[in-house]
């Protein structure tokens, strides 16, 4: 936060650098359930009944592949972080960070608060892009912020206190001049 002289606070201040984040803790069960199937590959593997053939190579393969696609693909959507400062937008998913995002502010004509979000909505959980909605970043259901990016294109991302940083995020924006070019 601004450090205000005597204790007073700026009737609308905004912090140097906003950041919130969304968790989803379901996506820990799946992420268990991706766990179980790379066990049972790597068991069939090791002491299997079947000693050779295709149809053990099959399994084996399978169950690593797929646990390690559910594991690694609900890991990345556990949680998102988003973070405003006064030239860009971040956002970063799981525990790594990536997928990430990060959109100039200048790029950004506006924010609106959305109170539901719901994955439904979007297909699912995680990274999603639908033709008529834009691209959104949906770890959970809940309240979201939808930015209106100036070429049209729409960015939601779900985030607790997500009226906060729409108000931070129209605080920082410029308004574009008519006649000016694109960034």
Same mark, same amino acid.
């Given at each position: 936060?601004?450090?205000?002289?005597?204790?007073?606070?700026?009737? $609308?201040?905004?912090?140097?650098?906003?950041?919130?984040?969304?968790?989803? %803790?379901?996506?820990? *069960?799946?992420?268990? @359930? =991706? #766990?179980?199937?790379?066990?049972?590959?790597?068991?069939?593997?090791?002491?299997?009944?079947?000693?050779?053939?295709?149809?053990?190579?099959?399994?084996?393969?399978?169950?690593?592949?797929?646990?390690?696609?559910?594991?690694?693909?609900?890991?990345?959507?556990?949680?998102?972080?988003?973070?405003?400062?006064?030239? $860009?937008?971040?956002?970063?998913?799981?525990?790594?960070?990536?997928?990430? %995002?990060?959109?100039? *502010?200048?790029?950004? @004509? =506006? #924010?609106?608060?959305?109170?539901?979000?719901?994955?439904?909505?979007?297909?699912?959980?995680?990274?999603?892009?639908?033709?008529?909605?834009?691209?959104?970043?949906?770890?959970?259901?809940?309240?979201?912020?939808?930015?209106?990016?100036?070429?049209?294109?729409?960015?939601?991302?779900?985030?607790?206190?997500?009226?906060?940083?729409?108000?931070?995020?129209?605080?920082?924006?410029?308004?574009?001049?008519?006649?000016?070019?694109?960034?």
């Amino acid at each position: 936060m601004r450090d205000h002289p005597h204790g007073e606070s700026a009737p $609308h201040s905004h912090p140097d650098v906003w950041t919130g984040r969304a968790t989803n %803790r379901v996506q820990w *069960l799946l992420a268990l @359930a =991706g #766990a179980a199937c790379m066990a049972l590959g790597i068991e069939l593997a090791v002491d299997s009944a079947w000693r050779s053939g295709a149809a053990l190579v099959m399994a084996v393969v399978g169950c690593i592949a797929a646990g390690l696609l559910v594991l690694f693909g609900t890991l990345a959507f556990v949680h998102v972080a988003l973070r405003v400062d006064d030239e $860009h937008l971040e956002v970063r998913c799981g525990h790594i960070g990536l997928p990430r %995002r990060r959109i100039p *502010l200048s790029h950004v @004509a =506006g #924010a609106t608060y959305l109170p539901h979000v719901t994955p439904r909505h979007w297909g699912g959980w995680g990274y999603r892009w639908r033709p008529e909605k834009g691209t959104a970043v949906v770890v959970r259901r809940g309240e979201g912020v939808v930015l209106e990016l100036w070429d049209g294109h729409t960015f939601t991302v779900t985030v607790d206190d997500a009226e906060a940083a729409v108000q931070v995020i129209k605080a920082r924006l410029r308004p574009k001049k008519p006649g000016a070019p694109a960034h």
